[in-house]
C-alpha cells in the first residue's frame, strides 16, 4: 500500500478540521440558532415563576417591586392571580393584560391538571417580522399559601431571528473564508518547519549505507529532528567504524591464515624436495602451524555460531577454583621459558552451575590476552574472591594497558586495539568476543579496568551455589 507523505496528510487533517470547525458553525448559527434561543426563553419564564413564587411564600412586603426586579432580569411580564383570577399583583402592559378571562380560566385548569403547572406555547397573527409570527410562551404555576391558591403567570415573546440569521450568515461567510487563509497558512508553516526537515533528512538518510551521512543545522528546527539527525550520525558514525573493523579483521584474518599455510606448504615441499630434511623438527613445525591453523578456523565458527544463537550451553555444578587451578598448570612453559611469573590466589573451594569448557575457555582467553599484553613485565596475577553470593575471577597483567577510549570497544568483533607492544602469539584475535557470547549466555557480569601503563584487569562474575 502506497504511504501518503507527511506534508499531505498534514493539508488533509487541518483542512478536515477545518471543515468540520465551519461545518459546526454553521450548523448551530443556521439551523439551532432558533431553537435554542427557545429553549432559552422556556427556561427563563420557568426561572421567573419560580421566583416569584419564592417571593409570595416568603410574603414580600413590596411584591410588585420584586416583580418588576425579576421582570426586567429576565425580560418577562408577571401577573398573579388569586383563584378566582382576582389580580394580587403584577407589571401591566403585556399580552398578559389583554388576555379574556376564558383564555385566562383556560390556562388556570390546565395548570390544575398538569399537576400545579402549564407551558403554553402560540403564536400572535396579528404580529409579523421578516414574514414570520411572533411566538408567545405562557406559563401557568399554582402556588399555595395559606390554604388559598394564587396563580402566577409569566409571559413572554420570541421575535423571529430572521435577521439576526442574516446577518450571521453574512459574518459566516467571512468567517469561512479567514478560516480558509488561516489553515492554508498553518499548512504552508508546518509543511517548512516539520515536512521538509524530515524529507531532508530521509534523502539524506539514504546515504546511510556508505556512513556518509552528514547533518544539516538548518533542519534541526525541532528537539525530534534535531535528536534524529544525532541518532543518524551516530549511525552513520558507527556504520564507518564497523566497516573499517570488518576490513581490517579481514585483512588479519587473511594474515593469520597465510602464515600457518605458507609455512605448511614450505616445509612440506622442502621435506618433499630435500630428503635430507624429512626430520621430526620439521614435521613437529606442520603440526604446529596445522594447530594454529585450526584454532583460528574453531574461534570463528564457535563466535559465528554464537552470534546466531545455535549453540546451547551444558550447564551443571563443577568447583571453579579448582578448574582454574588445572588451567594455570598449562602455562607452567611461559615461567620456564619466558621468565613470567604467575601469583595466584583462590579460595579452597567455589561451586557455581555453569558450561565448564566455555567458562574453561573464557578464562584461557584471559589468559592468553595478558600473556600477549604483559610487555615487560612478565608477572600476571589470579585471582578469586567470593562477595555477595557471587565468586569474580580477575586476571591482572601490568602491560601498556588500554585507553580509555578504547575501553567500551575491546570486546567487538571487528574492534583491535594498536598492537605495536603485543608479543607474538598463536591465538586468533578474537578472543574477547568470544568471551563477551559466552558470558552474554550465562548472563554474566563481567568487565575490564586498565590504566595507561599500568596494565589491565579482566574480570566475570558467577554466582556460587548455596550449600
Known amino acids: ?10 493539508a488533509f487533517y487541518l483542512g478536515a478540521f477545518a471543515a468540520v470547525l465551519i461545518a459546526v458553525i454553521w450548523i448551530f448559527q443556521m439551523f439551532l440558532l432558533q431553537p435554542m434561543f427557545e429553549k432559552s426563553k422556556i427556561s427563563s419564564v420557568r ?3 419560580d421566583t416569584v413564587s419564592e417571593a409570595i411564600l416568603s410574603s414580600s412586603d413590596d411584591l410588585n417591586e420584586a416583580i418588576y426586579d425579576i421582570s426586567v432580569q429576565n425580560e418577562t411580564c408577571v401577573r398573579i392571580l388569586t383563584s378566582n383570577m382576582n389580580v394580587i399583583a403584577g407589571n401591566s402592559g403585556c399580552a398578559l393584560y389583554r388576555m379574556s378571562g376564558r383564555e385566562l380560566r383556560e390556562n388556570i385548569d390546565s395548570a390544575v391538571k398538569n399537576g400545579g403547572s402549564y407551558l403554553n406555547t402560540s403564536t400572535d397573527p396579528g404580529f409579523e417580522m421578516d414574514g414570520r409570527e411572533l411566538k408567545e410562551i405562557t406559563y401557568t ?3 399555595e399559601k395559606d390554604d388559598e391558591l394564587n396563580v402566577v403567570m409569566v409571559y413572554t415573546g420570541i421575535t423571529p431571528l430572521n435577521a439576526t440569521t442574516n446577518t450571521l450568515r453574512s459574518q459566516l461567510k467571512w468567517i469561512t473564508l479567514i478560516v480558509i487563509v488561516l489553515i492554508s497558512l498553518i499548512i504552508i508553516v508546518l509543511n517548512r518547519k516539520i515536512a521538509l526537515p524530515l524529507s531532508s533528512i530521509t534523502k539524506e538518510a ?3 549505507p556508505d556512513g556518509a551521512f552528514h547533518a544539516d543545522e538548518k533542519n534541526n528546527q525541532y528537539l525530534e529532528a534535531q535528536q534524529l539527525n544525532e541518532t543518524l550520525e551516530q549511525a552513520a558514525d558507527d556504520i564507518r567504524k564497523a566497516d573499517q573493523a570488518k576490513r581490517d579483521l579481514i585483512a588479519n584474518v587473511s594474515h593469520d591464515l597465510r602464515t600457518p599455510l605458507t609455512m605448511i606448504s614450505g616445509y612440506g615441499e622442502m621435506m618433499q624436495d630435500l630428503p635430507g630434511e624429512n ?3 620439521n614435521l613437529q613445525v606442520i603440526i604446529d602451524e596445522s594447530k594454529r591453523l585450526t584454532v583460528l578456523v574453531n574461534d570463528l565458527l564457535d563466535l559465528s555460531k554464537m552470534q546466531a544463537g545455535r549453540i546451547t550451553l551444558d550447564l551443571k555444578d563443577f568447583d571453579l577454583a579448582e578448574l582454574v587451578s588445572s588451567e594455570i598448570r598449562k602455562y607452567d612453559v611461559y615461567q620456564y621459558n619466558e621468565s613470567f611469573e604467575f601469583e595466584v590466589h583462590l579460595p579452597e573451594k567455589a561451586m557455581v ?4 569448557k566455555r567458562i574453561e575457555q573464557v578464562f584461557n582467553n584471559f589468559m592468553t590476552n595478558a600473556i600477549n599484553y604483559s610487555g615487560n613485565s612478565r608477572k600476571i596475577i589470579i585471582t578469586m574472591t567470593e562477595e555477595n553470593g557471587s565468586v569474580r575471577t580477575s586476571v591482572r597483567d601490568f602491560g601498556e594497558g588500554i585507553d580509555e577510549k578504547d575501553l567500551k570497544n575491546i570486546w567487538d568483533r571487528y574492534y583491535k586495539v594498536d598492537k605495536q607492544h603485543v608479543r607474538f602469539s598463536s591465538g586468533s584475535g578474537l578472543g574477547l568476543s568470544i568471551v563477551k557470547e559466552i558470558l552474554d549466555l550465562h548472563d554474566a557480569r563481567y568487565g575490564v579496568s586498565s590504566n ?6 579482566f574480570w566475570f562474575e558467577l554466582p556460587l551455589i548455596q550449600k
Not at 500500500?1 to 498534514?10: E, G, V
Open 279 to 281: 626430520n621430526e623438527e
Open 141 to 143: 404555576k399554582i402556588v
Open 1 to 10: 500500500m502506497k504511504k501518503t507523505s507527511l506534508k499531505w496528510q498534514i
Open 452 to 457: 595507561k601503563n599500568e596494565g589491565s584487569t
Open 206 to 208: 539514504a546515504r546511510l
Open 353 to 356: 552451575h555453569a558450561d565448564e
Open 47 to 49: 426561572k421567573t415563576a
